[in-house]
């Protein structure tokens, strides 16, 4: 069974500049999660997704914003970038939004602002 | 605030030992605690978790320890083995305002196994 897929693997952005950045759940899985992992702040949650709304949000601004497809793949866009959003974004999956659904992670993507 | 934190960035053991990675959390009314291991380049990966109604879960080779009255989690890796070296995270659930979706992360522990 195929893992949670995030492409791209690396994405090199200049300050003002847009990313987005994409996120396959595993088959089956309705839940997607974003998190930021900034070098010395460890995982922060950024959105959740399930069955194609937004039902959390963390502590960022509105510059970050997401969505989910039909398929429960997501996206998700940073506007406005600046060089503080340089971190890996990861993509987990959850089947189905259940307290104690385990949340599968991918490999994330390496975005670097210039 | 919310927070989870570790007590040691990095432990260094012996190929063979055992391991104790500790982590304090703050909300005393956390719910669920989960334990992930990231290798280099890749994403966390899940181990083990526990319910705050327990304060004892085994796995294999791994044992998760919660102390409620001390707001203390620990993870204990038997017979550490080369491919055990990691950052290791704990994360915590809060369920008191219903499903937020959200884990909180700790900092993260560095676990190096020396041969």
């Known amino acids: 069974e195929a893992g949670v897929t995030q492409s791209p693997t690396h994405l090199i952005k200049t300050r003002g500049q847009q990313a987005t950045l994409r996120c396959s759940p595993i088959?089956?899985?309705?839940?997607v999660y974003w998190y930021q992992q900034a070098l010395g702040l460890g995982l922060q949650f950024l959105l959740w997704y399930d069955e194609g709304e937004e039902r959390n949000r963390g502590n960022f601004p509105p510059r970050f914003s997401g969505r989910q497809f039909p398929n429960y793949s997501s996206e998700l866009n940073v506007n406005a970038l600046e060089l503080e959003d340089s971190a890996l974004y990861l993509c987990?999956?959850?089947?189905?939004?259940?307290?104690?659904?385990?949340?599968?992670f991918g490999p994330g993507t390496r975005l670097t602002v210039l | 605030g919310e927070s989870v934190g570790l007590h040691l960035p990095t432990l260094s053991v012996q190929e063979g030992d055992n391991s104790i990675i500790n982590c304090a959390y703050s909300n005393s009314a956390s719910d669920y605690f989960i334990w992930y291991k990231q290798e280099s380049g890749k994403g966390p990966q899940f181990i083990i978790d526990i319910r705050s109604n327990m304060d004892k879960r085994q796995g294999q080779r791994v044992t998760v320890l919660l102390n409620k009255t001390v707001k203390h989690l620990s993870l204990q890796i038997a017979a550490t083995q080369p491919g055990d070296s990691a950052v290791y995270f704990c994360?915590?659930?809060?369920f008191g305002s219903g499903n937020t979706g959200k884990l909180i992360f700790g900092q993260g522990t560095t676990l190096q196994v020396k041969p």
């Open positions: 088959s089956g899985h309705t839940s």
């Open positions: 987990a999956s959850s089947l189905g939004s259940g307290h104690y659904n385990e949340q599968f």
């Open positions: 994360a915590e659930r809060n």
